[in-house]
C-alpha cells in the first residue's frame, strides 16, 4: 500500500533545542494528521491539517499541510522532557477514506 | 468518560485458534478502524467503518475479518491466526472520516 516516508527515524536532542520531523508521499493526500505515543498507550492527535498551505499551532507545536498536497512537517520549538516519545504523520489519501501512517519519529529530549 | 475500549489488552494464542479483539466507543463516532503497529512500521490500517454494516478494506486486510452490527462496536475476528499476525493492535474511532480520531489502548496479540 502507499506509504508515507516519515524522517528523521530518530532524535536525541537537547532540552531547549527546537525539533523538526518531516513526512513525504508520491500520493496526494486530503487531510495531514500528527500523533504523539507515549509507551503502552494509543496515539494522541497534536495537530490536524486539512487545506494545502495550511499552518496551524498548538502551544509550541506548528505543522503545515504542504503545497504539494504529499508532505507535511512538524516543528517543536523549545523541548522539553516530556516531549519524548514517538511522533507518527498521518495522511488520507483522496480516493478513499482510509489511513496511511508514517513510521514514526523516537524523540528523546536530554535534560 | 469519552473512550475507547479494547479487550483483551494482552492475549497469548497458537496458531489457527480463533479470536476476536473487541471495540467499542462510547462518542457515537460514526467511523472506526483497526490498526496494527509493528517495529519500524508505524500503523497500518487493517479495516475500517464508515457505519453501521458498511465496512471496507484497508493496507493490511488479509487474515482478518471486522463486522459493524452495532454504531459502538467493531470486533476485529482472526480466524486462524498465523505467527506473522503477532503484533500491537489498535482500534480507533472519530465522528467521521476526515475527523479526529481516538485510539484505544492497545492490545498485544502473540500467535504461537
Known amino acids: 500500500g502507499q506509504q508515507l516516508n516519515q524522517s528523521p527515524q530518530s532524535m536525541f536532542i537537547q532540552e531547549g533545542e527546537d525539533v523538526s520531523m518531516n513526512c513525504t508521499s508520491s500520493?496526494?493526500?486530503?487531510?495531514w494528521l500528527w500523533y504523539k505515543q507515549d509507551p503502552g498507550e494509543g496515539p494522541v492527535l497534536l495537530i490536524a491539517?486539512?487545506?494545502?498551505?495550511e499552518l496551524t499551532s498548538n502551544g509550541r507545536l506548528t505543522a503545515q499541510f504542504g503545497i504539494t498536497r504529499k508532505d507535511s512537517f512538524l516543528n517543536i520549538s523549545a523541548s522539553i522532557p516530556s516531549d519524548v516519545g514517538i511522533y507518527f504523520c498521518?495522511?488520507?489519501?483522496?480516493?478513499?477514506?482510509?489511513?496511511?501512517f508514517g513510521a514514526g519519529t523516537r524523540l528523546t529530549v536530554k535534560p | 468518560e469519552a473512550q475507547v475500549t479494547q479487550n483483551p489488552r494482552y492475549l497469548i494464542t497458537v496458531t489457527g485458534k480463533k479470536l476476536t479483539v473487541t471495540c467499542s466507543q462510547n462518542m457515537n463516532h460514526e467511523y472506526m478502524s483497526w490498526y496494527r503497529q509493528d517495529p519500524g512500521l508505524g500503523l497500518r490500517q487493517i479495516y475500517y467503518s464508515m457505519n453501521v454494516e458498511v465496512t471496507d478494506k484497508g493496507d493490511v486486510p488479509e487474515g482478518y475479518k471486522v463486522s459493524r452490527k452495532e454504531k459502538r462496536n467493531f470486533p476485529l475476528i482472526l480466524e486462524s491466526p498465523s505467527p506473522n499476525q503477532t503484533s500491537l493492535y489498535f482500534c480507533?474511532?472519530?465522528?467521521?472520516?476526515?475527523?479526529?480520531?481516538?485510539f484505544g489502548p492497545g492490545t498485544r496479540l502473540t500467535v504461537l
Open positions: 480507533a474511532s472519530s465522528l467521521f472520516a476526515v475527523d479526529t480520531q481516538y
Open positions: 500520493s496526494i493526500f486530503n487531510t
Open positions: 491539517l486539512y487545506k494545502a498551505g
Open positions: 498521518a495522511g488520507q489519501l483522496t480516493n478513499n477514506n482510509d489511513m496511511r
